[in-house]
Nanobody, 118 residues
Framework: QVQLVESGGGLVQPGGSLRLSCAASGFFFRWYDMSWYRQAPGKERELVASISNVGDGETTNYADVVKGRFTISRDNAKNTVSLQMNSLKPEDTAVYYC?????????WGQGTQVTVSS
């Protein structure tokens, strides 16, 4: 059974940091491209960061609005993908989702809430 379980969300003050983690199981993790998306209230889901599979060199990609502040990484031994978020802003407030993708197969986690507020 495929599972993606996010953790690490919470309430943080502007300028603070959080580290999100996504634990994956039920599929061959290293084959899959992994991504973090987010969805703020009243807005569409948007891509935050992605990291390609091992065969494609684990190439990373970021949305312009998070470049230089967020870092995505993967641990293929532990089947986890993480998102280190620094210098957080109120506009980063959203539910963050982990996504895995390989050819036509796509899986999503349930999401974790991140709230940036003073």
């Amino acid at each position: 059974q495929v599972q993606l379980v996010e953790s690490g969300g919470g309430l943080v003050q502007p300028g603070g940091s959080l580290r999100l983690s996504c634990a994956a199981s039920g599929f061959f993790f290293r084959w899959y491209d992994m991504s973090w998306y987010r969805q703020a209230p009243g807005k569409e889901r948007e891509l935050v960061a992605s990291i390609s599979n091992v065969g494609d060199g684990e190439t990373t990609n970021y949305a312009d609005v998070v470049k230089g502040r967020f870092t995505i990484s993967r641990d293929n031994a532990k089947n986890t993908v993480s998102l280190q978020m620094n210098s957080l802003k109120p506009e980063d407030t959203a539910v963050y989702y982990c996504c895995s993708r390989w050819t036509v197969k796509e899986y999503w986690g349930q999401g974790t809430q991140v709230t940036v507020s003073s």
